[in-house]
């Protein structure tokens, strides 16, 4: 009889990874550490997403930050094949979610903000911040500045703004604990005005809502920067930069093909975000209500069309607003020749056999009611000032004549009382230039 023996070597249980985490940054760690290790890390229940970040698909870095909520595990890894440890225990990071009420400002009008975490009862404070664009970074980002009365947090998770006339970004976060423990920064979200700034504005060309998907746009900038950068959010969350998606050359971003989309456009320098527009993209065999990209004045004239992309229009056309028949006649055009408020709404066109999708048409009063305080303020302030200015200005000028003529009369001479009536001359003119 033969015997043969198996040598079983004791193999040790595999080791387990560890994940902590300290704000937005991710450790794993292999006890017992020894060298060699690579680590992994997964997010989402079943870990079956690999963490990607900059394009690789795992990290030989013990150390990832994270810009997205959710589950996250790690494991480390060594050896040819690959030898992995057990995944560790999950970790959550919360991302809260920023909502902005309403999109469009209207004059007078506050914008709400509101911050959603999951399991609001637990004893959160919220964090608002408005989102300043940093320029500085190739992929778009901005840093963030605390808004008033914000700096110990609030408990409610909303936050009213008021007076608010420009487009502006926003981002919350949440916190609690002693120590503080802070939840990621929501993703910025926006308000939008349509009201063109010399201080930064956006214009489109061709200036349209309706644009073919074969279209080619451009998108450009003016105003007080010398750089900028153009902003898109697809409707309903998704923002992102002229980089990703055209060319940027100089002031202006240079669109090949507009995707089918329905966006909000707009400018951002350093400091300064412009008048945002909506662009909508359409399939070029659809028919298209050709209408302007920015609002329209109130008392100016408009003029609406109708187009395909490549054939004339044979029959009749007839425009709607707010889905009532408003023109049928044979001309591609509709023209208001003095738009009113009632004018604001949806408009359409059909012809053909087709419909166009609708766009809003946007009206801007001219004697806007001036809802907020602050500008008020402000002007009285200065106003208080510039009279105690001016009454200091004339009281030093009434010193200074007196005590010319003082000067003048005692030396008596011809030349120095011209000298005085020039000087004069010049208070003068500087009193009226003041
Ligand atoms: C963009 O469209 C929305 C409705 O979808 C409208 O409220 C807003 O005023 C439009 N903005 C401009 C600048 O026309
Ligand atoms: C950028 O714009 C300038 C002026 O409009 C033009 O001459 C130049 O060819 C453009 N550059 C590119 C790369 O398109």
Same mark, same amino acid.
């Given at each position: 009889?033969?015997?043969?023996?198996?040598?079983?070597?004791?193999?040790?249980?595999?080791?387990?990874?560890?994940?902590?985490?300290?704000?937005?940054?991710?450790?794993?760690?292999?006890?017992?550490?020894?060298?060699?290790?690579?680590?992994?890390?997964?997010?989402?229940?079943?870990?079956?997403?690999?963490?990607?970040?900059?394009?690789?698909?795992?990290?030989?870095?013990?150390?990832?930050?994270?810009?997205?909520?959710?589950?996250?595990?790690?494991?480390?890894?060594?050896?040819?094949?690959?030898?992995?440890?057990?995944?560790?225990?999950?970790?959550?990071?919360?991302?809260?979610? #920023?909502? !902005? %009420? &309403?999109?469009?400002?209207?004059?007078?009008? @506050?914008?709400?903000? =509101?911050?959603?975490? *999951?399991?609001? /009862?637990?004893?959160?404070?919220?964090?608002?911040?408005?989102?300043?664009?940093?320029?500085?970074?190739?992929?778009?980002?901005?840093?963030?500045?605390?808004?008033?009365?914000?700096?110990?947090?609030?408990?409610?998770?909303?936050?009213?703004?008021?007076?608010?006339?420009?487009?502006?970004?926003?981002?919350?976060?949440?916190?609690?604990?002693?120590?503080?423990?802070?939840?990621?920064?929501?993703?910025?979200?926006?308000?939008?005005?349509?009201?063109?700034?010399?201080?930064?504005? #956006?214009? !489109? %060309? &061709?200036?349209?809502?309706?644009?073919?998907? @074969?279209?080619?746009? =451009?998108?450009?900038? *003016?105003?007080? /920067?010398?750089?900028?950068?153009?902003?898109?959010?697809?409707?309903?969350?998704?923002?992102?930069?002229?980089?990703?998606?055209?060319?940027?050359?100089?002031?202006?971003?240079?669109?090949?093909?507009?995707?089918?989309?329905?966006?909000?456009?707009?400018?951002?320098?350093?400091?300064?975000?412009?008048?945002?527009?909506?662009?909508?993209?359409?399939?070029?065999?659809?028919?298209?209500?050709?209408?302007?990209?920015?609002?329209?004045?109130?008392?100016?004239?408009?003029?609406?069309?109708?187009?395909?992309?490549?054939?004339?229009?044979?029959?009749?056309?007839?425009?709607?607003?707010?889905?009532?028949?408003?023109?049928?006649?044979?001309?591609?055009?509709?023209?208001?020749?003095?738009?009113?408020?009632?004018?604001?709404?949806?408009?359409?066109?059909?012809?053909?056999?087709?419909?166009?999708?609708?766009?809003?048409?946007?009206?801007?009063?001219?004697?806007?009611?001036?809802?907020?305080?602050?500008?008020?303020?402000?002007?009285?302030?200065?106003?208080?000032?510039?009279?105690?200015?001016?009454?200091?200005?004339?009281?030093?000028?009434?010193?200074?004549?007196?005590?010319?003529?003082?000067?003048?009369?005692?030396?008596?001479?011809?030349?120095?009382?011209?000298?005085?009536?020039?000087?004069?001359?010049?208070?003068?003119?500087?009193?009226?230039?003041?």
């Amino acid at each position: 009889e033969s015997v043969s023996f198996i040598v079983l070597k004791s193999i040790p249980d595999p080791p387990k990874a560890q994940i902590s985490r300290n704000g937005g940054t991710l450790t794993c760690s292999v006890n017992p550490s020894s060298s060699g290790w690579s680590y992994y890390f997964y997010r989402g229940e079943k870990n079956q997403e690999v963490l990607t970040v900059q394009n690789t698909d795992f990290h030989s870095n013990r150390e990832i930050r994270v810009s997205q909520g959710g589950v996250y595990r790690c494991r480390g890894g060594r050896g040819e094949p690959v030898y992995h440890t057990e995944f560790s225990d999950p970790v959550t990071i919360v991302e809260p979610v #920023l909502r !902005v %009420s &309403p999109w469009w400002l209207s004059p007078g009008a @506050s914008v709400t903000l =509101s911050c959603e975490v *999951e399991h609001v /009862s637990a004893g959160w404070s919220f964090y608002w911040y408005k989102a300043v664009p940093d320029l500085s970074h190739k992929s778009g980002s901005y840093s963030y500045e605390l808004l008033p009365a914000s700096s110990n947090g609030t408990a409610d998770n909303s936050y009213i703004i008021h007076g608010q006339t420009h487009t502006a970004g926003y981002v919350c976060r949440a916190g609690r604990g002693e120590p503080h423990f802070y939840t990621l920064y929501s993703q910025p979200h926006f308000v939008w005005s349509g009201d063109l700034h010399p201080s930064a504005s #956006l214009s !489109v %060309s &061709p200036d349209r809502v309706q644009h073919f998907t @074969s279209d080619s746009v =451009s998108l450009s900038c *003016e105003g007080n /920067s010398a750089e900028w950068r153009v902003s898109r959010f697809l409707l309903p969350d998704f923002l992102s930069f002229c980089s990703d998606w055209g060319t940027m050359n100089g002031s202006t971003c240079h669109v090949q093909k507009i995707q089918s989309s329905n966006a909000v456009y707009w400018c951002e320098s350093g400091s300064a975000f412009s008048n945002a527009v909506n662009i909508t993209g359409h399939y070029d065999d659809e028919l298209l209500l050709l209408s302007p990209v920015h609002p329209v004045t109130e008392g100016h004239s408009v003029t609406l069309g109708c187009k395909l992309r490549t054939e004339n229009l044979l029959s009749k056309v007839f425009f709607y607003q707010n889905d009532t028949i408003i023109q049928s006649e044979s001309r591609v055009e509709m023209i208001i020749p003095a738009v009113s408020k009632s004018h604001e709404g949806f408009y359409k066109c059909q012809s053909s056999g087709k419909e166009s999708p609708q766009s809003w048409l946007a009206v801007t009063s001219t004697s806007r009611p001036d809802s907020s305080s602050f500008p008020v303020l402000v002007v009285a302030l200065t106003s208080v000032v510039l009279v105690i200015f001016l009454f200091m200005m004339w009281f030093l000028y009434k010193r200074s004549r007196d005590s010319d003529i003082i000067s003048s009369s005692q030396d008596n001479n011809q030349s120095s009382a011209a000298d005085h009536r020039e000087a004069q001359h010049r208070n003068d003119s500087m009193l009226l230039h003041g």
